[in-house]
Structure formats: C-alpha cells, structure tokens
C-alpha cells in the first residue's frame, strides 16, 4: 500500500515555482524541467559561486540532487537553505520528503510539523505529517493529518487517498471506500484500480 513514487510530484513543481518567480531564468532552471538534473546541478553550482547563501539555488540545486537519487546532496543544500531562510515551508517540506523517501520517518515528522505551524503553508504540510505518522504506526494521528490537508485543499485526491488506504488497513472499509471514490473522481494514480479491488 506505499504510494512513495506518487510523492515527489509535488515538490518538483514547487521547485520550478521558485525558479520561475525570477526574472531573469537561470539556465539550469531550463535543464531542469527537461530533466538533466545532472547538468541542471552543475549549473546550479556555477552561479552559487558567486552567491554561496542564495535560498532559491540553494533549494533548486537541492531538487536536482534529489531527481537524481542524492539524497544526501540534496539535504545537505536544504538544509543550508533553511538556515538562511528557517521558516521557508518549501525547504521544510522538500526536508520532510527527502526524508521519506530515505525511510527516515520520525525526522520527517519534525520538518513536517515545523512547516504545517507556518502561517500559509499549504496542505501538503499536513499530508507529509500524515504520511510520516502512518508509517510510524500512529494511525489515528496520521488520520487527522490527512483530515487537516483535506480541510486546507478539498481536491487534494493524493490525501483522499492514502487516508483510504488507512482506514482500509484498520477495517473501516465503508469510509475507506468513501475516500478512495473521491480520489478517482479526482483522478489520482491508482485509485480507480484501488476502488474496484477493495470497493466492488
């Protein structure tokens, strides 16, 4: 029931997001989004020569990193990032992600916590926190986690979806098929097939 490659969609338009906010774009921005993250990393680096404490390259080179596998890397320069910037909820949730996907799940639920206390920060917070919290077997928290991402964005398909497959683990199937309805009707990845396998 992991859904972990369905989780780095989000981050990867945030990072093009910041990118995209500058006027001038950064060629490595454009290596990127066609996916030479290699060449996008090393471009990255060029600039922050001259710039070593930049947030937004910093957090973009970070994304690179972490398309490529490195996830090391690409803590390393999130991190750095949120020094400079401590209350950047895109750096704390591409923390909380990298996380994740390392199996670090307690560490992910610090960054995700952090970044779901700043003012505005989106429903992906609560979802990280839900993800982090289910894996750590605390279901019912991880339930109202999920509950909270839905409350901030109620078209949140990829939330609809693993509080289904949640409260399908913990057999209450009514409600479970309740969600995993709604997140076919949004069209997220797997839940047409996840509806008519625990649903029909």
Do not use: W
């Amino acid at each position: 029931m992991k859904i972990l490659k369905y989780l780095v969609l989000v981050p990867v338009l945030a990072g093009t997001l910041i990118s995209c906010s500058d006027q001038k774009k950064n060629p490595a921005d454009t290596y990127f989004e066609k996916g030479q993250y290699e060449l996008a990393a090393e471009t990255y680096t060029q600039t922050l020569r001259t710039n070593p404490t930049d947030v937004n390259t910093l957090y973009n080179r970070g994304r690179a990193y972490q398309e490529m596998g490195d996830f090391g890397k690409a803590q390393e320069d999130f991190e750095t990032a949120l020094n400079q910037d401590p209350n950047n909820f895109q750096v704390l949730l591409s923390l909380a992600n990298v996380q994740i996907q390392q199996k670090n799940y307690a560490s992910a639920l610090l960054y995700a916590t952090k970044a779901e206390e700043i003012p505005g920060a989106p429903a992906m917070a609560s979802f990280l926190k839900g993800r982090a919290l289910h894996q750590l077997g605390l279901a019912e928290d991880a339930l109202k986690a999920y509950e909270n991402a839905i409350q901030l964005d109620d078209e949140f398909g990829q939330a609809y979806y693993n509080r289904g497959l949640l409260k399908l683990a913990l057999n209450r199937k009514k409600q479970a098929c309740e969600d995993l309805k709604l997140a076919t009707v949004l069209e997220y990845p797997g839940a047409s097939e996840s509806f008519k396998k625990y649903c029909k």
